[in-house]
């Protein structure tokens, strides 16, 4: 009773011991987003701490999951098996940055296509401590273009700038023609003073005046009856008549 009672106590010491040891990591490069022109090529390092793994997969994880690659490790002999067709001839497998106790590999994808974006992660698979399973990285993003996205976002600053610098200019002008406006109608309204009781001068009615016509003297000729006459006879005397 007391040799299980010990055996418990020492199983669960040791415990933690143990779980820290099957704690193993597993890094990809790089780690952000890649960018990449067409049939150009990008590299993907893949690193672990597992001492003795069964094999490397490359995956891509939007396209069905699918395995792109294998290598098979025995005992230091690398196997390479491309699983997807459209791969075939274009990975490259190098040795990678020395890792104290694991396995690192570079793998090299050429002559990229639009179809190739995806996000690229690498799986290892072990069986160690009487554990079998797959370690897996969180992955790397490449994305494959006509043109760098960088380069791109550099023209659309500059366009950016140059609409921004324009709209500034068309501003000012337009905003100085306004107070060069209101200023010469304040200047206007102060010079300008319009004068007070001023009638406009009204039509004159014409008086049809007669002319002042001469005095003319017409001699008339005045007949009277002569006191002097007498019997049947009738005289007549003409005198003058001034009026």
């Known amino acids: 009773m007391k040799v299980q009672w010990w055996n418990c106590v020492l199983g669960l010491l040791f415990m933690p011991a143990g779980a820290i040891l099957t704690e193993w990591k597993a890094d990809q490069l790089p780690q952000s987003t890649s960018f990449v022109r067409i049939n150009s090529s990008t590299e993907i390092s893949c690193s672990t701490s597992l001492s003795e793994p069964l094999g490397l997969y ?60 995806d996000l690229y992660y690498c799986s290892w698979s ?33 366009y950016l700038t140059i609409i921004c610098l324009t709209t500034a200019m068309v501003s ?40 002042e016509q001469p005095v003319q003297h017409h001699p008339y000729l005045i007949t009277a009856l002569s006191p002097r006459a007498s019997g049947a006879s009738c005289g007549f005397t003409a005198e003058p008549m001034t009026l």
């Open 58 to 117: 490359l995956k891509r994880r939007f396209l069905d999951s699918a395995n792109i690659l294998y290598l098979a490790l025995d005992k230091g002999r690398i196997t390479k098996t491309t699983k997807m067709a459209e791969f075939a001839d274009r990975i490259r497998v190098s040795a990678g940055p020395q890792v104290q106790q694991g396995h690192s590999f570079t793998l090299q994808l050429s002559l990229l296509r639009v179809e190739d974006t």
């Open 126 to 158: 072990y069986f160690e401590d009487y554990t079998s399973g797959d370690l897996s990285c969180n992955g790397t993003v490449i994305i494959v273009g006509e043109t760098n996205p960088a380069d791109a976002c550099k023209s659309t600053v500059m």
């Open 172 to 211: 000012a002008i337009v905003i100085l023609g306004i107070a060069a406006l209101i200023f010469r109608c304040t200047r206007f309204e102060k010079i300008f003073r319009p004068g007070g009781g001023v009638k406009p001068p009204t039509a004159r009615q014409h008086q049809l005046v007669a002319p």
